[in-house]
T-cell receptor
Framework: DAKTTQPPSMDCAEGRAANLPCNHS???????VYWYRQIHSQGPQYIIH?????ETNEMASLIITEDRKSSTLILPHATLRDTAVYYC??????????????WGLGTSLAVNP | DGGITQSPKYLFRKEGQNVTLSCEQN?????MYWYRQDPGQGLRLIYY???????QKGDIAEGYSVSREKKESFPLTVTSAQKNPTAFYLC?????????????FGPGTRLLVL
């Protein structure tokens, strides 16, 4: 499974867009990019995932570069409740038993009033 | 409400004692997972199961045991052989259908050793 690299921390002003980068330069063709977030002392919350096209849902947008070596999670209008650790994970869907998610340290996003 | 429940929220263990953490899901998911999280760290996989009566070791299975007698339930036992059990334990479940394999997580159980 490919590894990901994220900045350890970021700040964002409330109401502004939060753009969280992720580098996954060793990603292979059948590996998806997943984003989760974890608010302190809670279970991780699924946000969005994608393969090669950009994706959008009610929570966020995911922009994946054409070479798929990096991606950006966009929270369009950050609120104080978006303060959390954001994890970018690359995960394959190969046949077999390996469906584990490999978690790094994530990006700690602080949304400031 | 559909979802994953874990109990208890906090659990205290004495030295040499086995404890069992509960995980139940009503999402009709085939796969279930147990992860461990230490302070300031990402999650690490302990065990996972894709079908009733079958389960596989993850990266850090030593000192843990699981069972999968029912599709909805995947309890984790932390045995006395686990020398550093203090951690936040997270259970997840997922479908195995192609395109629907996102893992969803429960609220977690925090285990403390007295």
């Amino acid at each position: 499974d490919a590894k990901t690299t994220q900045p350890p921390s970021m700040d964002c002003a409330e109401g502004r867009a939060a753009n969280l980068p992720c580098n996954h330069s060793t990603i292979s063709g059948n590996e998806y990019v997943y984003w989760y977030r974890q608010i302190h002392s809670q279970g991780p919350q699924y946000i969005i995932h994608g393969l090669k096209n950009n994706e959008t849902n009610e929570m966020a947008s995911l922009i994946i570069t054409e070479d798929r070596k990096s991606s950006t999670l966009i929270l369009p209008h950050a609120t104080l409740r978006d303060t959390a650790v954001y994890y970018c994970i690359v995960r394959g869907l190969n046949a077999g038993n390996n469906r584990k998610l490999i978690w790094g340290l994530g990006t700690s996003l602080a949304v400031n009033p | 409400d559909g979802g994953i429940t874990q109990s208890p929220k906090y659990l205290f263990r004495k030295e040499g004692q086995n404890v069992t953490l509960s995980c139940e899901q009503n999402l009709n998911h085939d796969a279930m997972y147990w992860y461990r999280q230490d302070p300031g760290q990402g999650l690490r996989l302990i065990y996972y199961s894709q079908i009733v009566n079958d389960f596989q070791k993850g990266d850090i299975a030593e000192g843990y045991s699981v069972s999968r007698e029912k599709k909805e339930s995947f309890p984790l036992t932390v045995t006395s052989a686990q020398k550093n059990p203090t951690a936040f334990y997270l259970c997840a479940s997922s479908s195995l259908l192609a395109g629907e394999e996102t893992q969803y997580f429960g609220p977690g159980t925090r285990l403390l050793v007295l």
